[in-house]
């Protein structure tokens, strides 16, 4: 089975860029027609979905995020990379990747087991 792993520093200063990691095994990111998601959850709120890359190199973003997303892939290393720019204390959350196989919203397979990210000073 398909299974994921975030890495990334879990601690990040305001104004800085975070940059997380999604390693993928069991699975090619390239395999059609599979997306590939980051989401993530604040402190006492519910989860969000930040974008998503696809098996082409596609990518979706959250209206509410793209302006500060960046999501990008290195297929020879089976990863997937989210940056976030400008972040301020309101982004610390888990942050998750996980696997779509069907289109739609809201239908994900597999996940990381998430990553803890802290924006403070």
């Known amino acids: 089975q398909v299974q994921l792993q975030e890495s990334g520093p879990g601690l990040v200063k305001p104004s800085q860029t975070l940059s997380l990691t999604c390693t993928v095994s069991?699975?090619?990111?390239?395999?059609?027609?599979?997306?590939w998601n980051w989401i993530r959850q604040p402190p006492g709120k519910g989860l969000e979905w930040m974008g998503s890359?696809?098996?082409?190199?596609?990518?979706y973003y959250s209206p509410s995020l793209k302006s500060r997303t960046s999501i990008s892939r290195d297929t020879l290393k089976n990863q997937f990379t989210l940056q976030l720019s400008s972040v301020t204390p309101e982004d610390t959350a888990v942050y998750y990747c996980?696997?779509?196989?069907?289109?739609?919203?809201?239908?994900?397979?597999?996940w990381g087991q998430g990553t803890q990210v802290t924006v403070s000073s």
């Open positions: 069991g699975g090619s990111i390239t395999t059609n027609y599979y997306y």
């Open positions: 996980a696997i779509q196989v069907v289109p739609g919203q809201n239908n994900f397979g597999s």
């Open positions: 890359i696809t098996y082409s190199g596609s990518t």
